[in-house]
């Protein structure tokens, strides 16, 4: 997730902070514990010029565009494991995983064509949160029945935004732009997701030839999802 930041080379300031850290530890002779969190900040600006001339049969024309971008990225990745093992026949496990990040990018659009200048401001953020947990226990009944039980919890929360400005018309082969001094596009999406698994299997060990496996299970899925575009006028 962090390497495309830190390989990035198209910059001319770049600032890259990164840190982790780690953990394995046996609390008991029957309690065991690992963790580790990770965390990223990668900000970096960037320049770009570029001249393009077009050669037409009544003139030439020259076209200059210059880019200033300006992007931030962050995120922090971080689980934990436990296990536990109360006596030789059951076993009990956990684990939770979570991951943040957040990205902005701003970038300055502008071109010039002989007197003509046109300008587009475009700022991109996003954020988005994702858990993930799971929870499972076994049990040997006896030396020929065993049962377990697991749960597992999928969380998402997904929010961007982008944003146009100019005092140009943007956009209007999308949109229904209405004419105004100065032109905002405003864009919003927002996605939730709960997942929640919960599994319960039983064996049984007839005999040598003979074997019953039973399963019930049930899974429940939540998700909402809102967007909209709009157009904010001056007045």
């Given at each position: 997730d962090f390497s495309k930041f830190l390989m990035n080379t198209d910059f001319y300031e770049s600032d890259n902070k990164f840190s982790a850290f780690n953990i394995n530890h046996t609390i008991s002779n029957k309690t065991d514990l690992g963790a580790y969190i990770i965390y990223s900040d990668a900000?970096?600006?960037?320049?770009?010029?570029?001249?393009?001339?077009?050669?037409?049969?009544?003139?030439?024309?020259?076209?200059?565009?210059?880019?200033?971008?300006?992007h931030e990225d962050q995120f922090v990745i971080g689980k934990v494991n436990l296990d536990y093992k109360p006596n030789m026949r059951e076993d009990i496990s956990y684990s939770g995983f979570v991951k943040s990040s957040k990205n902005q990018h701003n970038e300055n659009l502008n071109t010039r064509v002989d007197t003509s200048k046109n300008a587009i401001f475009t700022f991109l953020d996003e954020e988005q949160v994702q858990t993930k947990q799971n929870l499972e226990w076994h049990k040997k009944v006896s030396a020929k029945q065993t049962f377990s039980f697991t749960l597992n919890y999928k969380g998402l929360k997904n929010d961007s935004g982008a944003e146009w400005n100019s005092q140009d018309v943007i956009l209007d082969d999308y949109l229904p732009v209405i004419p105004?001094?100065?032109?905002?596009?405003?864009?919003n999406e927002q996605l939730t997701t709960h997942n929640l698994d919960l599994l319960f299997k039983y064996y049984w060990?007839?005999?040598?030839?003979?074997?019953?496996?039973?399963?019930?299970?049930?899974?429940?899925?939540?998700?909402?999802y809102f967007t909209q575009t709009l157009q904010t006028l001056s007045n």
């Open positions: 900000q970096s600006k960037t320049w770009q010029e570029q001249q393009n001339q077009y050669f037409t049969e009544e003139q030439d024309v020259l076209e200059k565009i210059s880019r200033l971008g300006k105004d001094d100065y032109y905002e596009i405003n864009q060990v007839i005999n040598n030839t003979n074997h019953i496996y039973t399963t019930v299970g049930n899974n429940n899925l939540y998700q909402t």
